[in-house]
């Protein structure tokens, strides 16, 4: 049957950023006839076996419990399951000494939904027929904002400085205050802090500074902690969240072992929670209950702040050390290879300067090579400057590989770039 679409029927149609890819992938490995590949685009956390075995026995105790059929039979409030929020609230306030009440929350399904519903309520068009950018201002970004405005053309992507530590092969991307825009044509501001695809931490330096450039256009300011602490403290080095004034801060449980339950919220001034509450309610009621019932156990008890701790940021800040330690051995010291500065996230960002063939190319010599990995250039959403050739020198390596095969990729990648340099 064929169907019309509308536009943004035909615009949230489109696979934008790494969703255009997987396909791709998926489509290598299932036709693999039995070629195995060092898989490093993975985008899916690891099921960490501690934190495997505290969900399991935290769902065995509410599947126990009188709240049960209440949590799973019936609606709730929209802006999300009371006991959650209040343990939210709790745990927020004594932890960064806040004075955050349930008008400063929403709890949404997942937070690539509440970034839909911020774009799209913060950005777009006026009435008076005004565009306002969603902008974000270190790019390379969260792949994932590339699709979540319902006019492809609000989105802005600004380009950051590159600090190189040249005899390290490392590098580091920098806020470039003189040349971002943030003006009356701003609706909002999107930051991931740890940054999907960089590991990078933006500094409390740039964070203020864009925190008064938002609060002096009266725009909210979106920080993207889905790898900051306390869960999943997924921040390798020391960082200090921003609350209060335009300030949302965004949290996900994807990374503390609950992406099947889509639970997320956002801590904010009511006046931006209120348009947020009654966007998603329109599209969804609320976020489903199940989840948010079993975070606030773990999370009241003080077990998933611990988990986190002493389970998931050290499974993965051992990876990336592997993956350094790889790099080092295994990228020839020839290459202008730099590896980005691994301050948290789950993944490793390569940059490689002056590489002879696009990243996509590389992609796909990686490929024969029974390498997958992600080309960088699926990450700058909204960049304007399609000539900027550092886009299409990247590529992301997921952290999620165990140590030998990391060092079996790297191997395998320094073989392919000599040859490509060469
Ligand atoms: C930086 C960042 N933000 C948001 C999301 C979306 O996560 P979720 O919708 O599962 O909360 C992801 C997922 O990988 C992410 O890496």
């Given at each position: 049957?064929?169907?019309?679409?509308?536009?943004?029927?035909?615009?949230?149609?489109?696979?934008?950023?790494?969703?255009?890819?997987?396909?791709?992938?998926?489509?290598?490995?299932?036709?693999?006839?039995?070629?195995?590949?060092?898989?490093?685009?993975?985008?899916?956390?690891?099921?960490?076996?501690?934190?495997?075995?505290?969900?399991?026995?935290?769902?065995?105790?509410?599947?126990?419990?009188?709240?049960?059929?209440n949590?799973?039979?019936?609606?709730?409030?929209?802006?999300?399951?009371?006991?959650?929020?209040?343990?939210?609230?709790k745990?927020?306030?004594?932890?960064?000494?806040?004075?955050?009440?349930?008008?400063?929350?929403?709890?949404?399904?997942?937070?690539?939904?509440?970034?839909?519903?911020?774009?799209?309520?913060f950005?777009?068009?006026?009435?008076?027929?005004?565009?306002?950018?969603?902008?974000?201002?270190?790019?390379?970004?969260?792949?994932?904002?590339?699709?979540?405005?319902?006019?492809k053309?609000?989105?802005?992507?600004?380009?950051?400085?590159?600090?190189?530590?040249?005899?390290?092969?490392e590098?580091?991307?920098?806020?470039?205050?003189?040349?971002?825009?943030?003006?009356?044509?701003?609706?909002?501001?999107?930051?991931?802090?740890?940054?999907?695809?960089?590991?990078?931490?933006?500094?409390?330096?740039?964070?203020?500074?864009?925190?008064?450039?938002?609060s002096?256009?009266?725009?909210?300011?979106?920080?993207?902690?889905?790898?900051?602490?306390?869960?999943?403290?997924?921040?390798?080095?020391?960082?200090?969240?921003?609350?209060?004034?335009?300030?949302?801060?965004?949290?996900?449980?994807?990374?503390?072992?609950?992406?099947?339950?889509?639970?997320?919220?956002?801590?904010a001034?009511?006046?931006?929670?209120?348009p947020?509450e009654?966007?998603?309610?329109?599209?969804?009621?609320?976020?489903?209950?199940?989840?948010?019932?079993?975070a606030?156990?773990?999370?009241?008890?003080?077990?998933?702040?611990?988990?986190?701790?002493?389970?998931?940021?050290?499974?993965?800040?051992?990876?990336?050390?592997?993956?350094?330690?790889?790099?080092?051995?295994?990228?020839p010291?020839?290459?202008?290879?730099?590896?980005?500065?691994?301050?948290?996230?789950?993944?490793?960002?390569?940059?490689?300067?002056?590489?002879p063939?696009?990243?996509?190319?590389?992609?796909?010599?990686?490929?024969?090579?029974q390498?997958?990995?992600?080309?960088?250039?699926?990450?700058?959403?909204?960049?304007?400057?399609?000539?900027w050739?550092?886009?299409?020198?990247?590529?992301?390596?997921?952290?999620?590989?165990?140590?030998?095969?990391?060092?079996?990729?790297?191997?395998?990648?320094?073989?392919v770039?000599?040859?490509?340099?060469?």
């Open positions: 049957m064929e169907v019309k679409t509308s536009k943004f029927g035909q615009r949230m149609s489109e696979l934008t950023g790494v969703r255009a890819i997987m396909k791709d992938i998926i489509e290598t490995l299932k036709s693999a006839e039995g070629k195995s590949f060092l898989n490093f685009s993975a985008g899916n956390p690891v099921v960490i076996p501690q934190v495997d075995e505290l969900w399991r026995k935290i769902t065995t105790e509410l599947v126990n419990s009188k709240d049960f059929s949590v799973v039979g019936r609606y709730g409030a929209s802006k999300g399951y009371e006991p959650f929020i209040e343990a939210v609230l745990d927020y306030n004594n932890r960064f000494n806040l004075n955050l009440t349930e008008k400063n929350i929403l709890v949404s399904p997942g937070s690539q939904m509440l970034y839909f519903v911020a774009a799209n309520t950005g777009g068009y006026t009435s008076e027929g005004e565009i306002r950018h969603l902008t974000l201002p270190i790019t390379p970004e969260y792949t994932g904002y590339g699709g979540v405005s319902l006019h053309e609000c989105i802005k992507g600004f380009k950051p400085l590159i600090e190189i530590f040249e005899k390290d092969h590098f580091k991307y920098r806020l470039d205050r003189d040349n971002l825009t943030i003006d009356k044509n701003t609706g909002c501001i999107f930051t991931s802090r740890p940054c999907n695809p960089t590991g990078n931490i933006m500094s409390l330096e740039e964070v203020n500074f864009l925190v008064e450039k938002a002096a256009n009266s725009i909210p300011i979106f920080f993207d902690s889905a790898y900051a602490a306390p869960y999943p403290a997924l921040n390798f080095t020391e960082m200090l969240p921003v609350f209060g004034g335009n300030v949302a801060h965004c949290v996900t449980l994807s990374k503390a072992g609950l992406p099947g339950e889509r639970v997320g919220f956002v801590l001034d009511e006046n931006i929670i209120k947020l009654a966007f998603q309610t329109n599209a969804c009621l609320h976020s489903s209950r199940m989840g948010q019932a079993m606030t156990l773990a999370i009241n008890s003080g077990e998933l702040q611990e988990i986190c701790l002493t389970a998931v940021k050290p499974f993965y800040m051992e990876r990336m050390i592997a993956m350094q330690e790889a790099a080092k051995k295994f990228l010291n020839t290459i202008p290879w730099f590896l980005h500065r691994g301050e948290g996230s789950i993944f490793a960002w390569i940059w490689l300067r002056d590489l063939i696009s990243d996509w190319d590389l992609y796909n010599k990686l490929k024969e090579h390498v997958i990995v992600v080309p960088g250039s699926t990450f700058f959403p909204g960049i304007q400057d399609k000539s050739k550092h886009q299409y020198e990247c590529i992301r390596l997921s952290l999620t590989v165990d140590k030998p095969e990391i060092d079996q990729g790297i191997k395998i990648i320094g073989k770039l000599s040859e490509c340099y060469s």
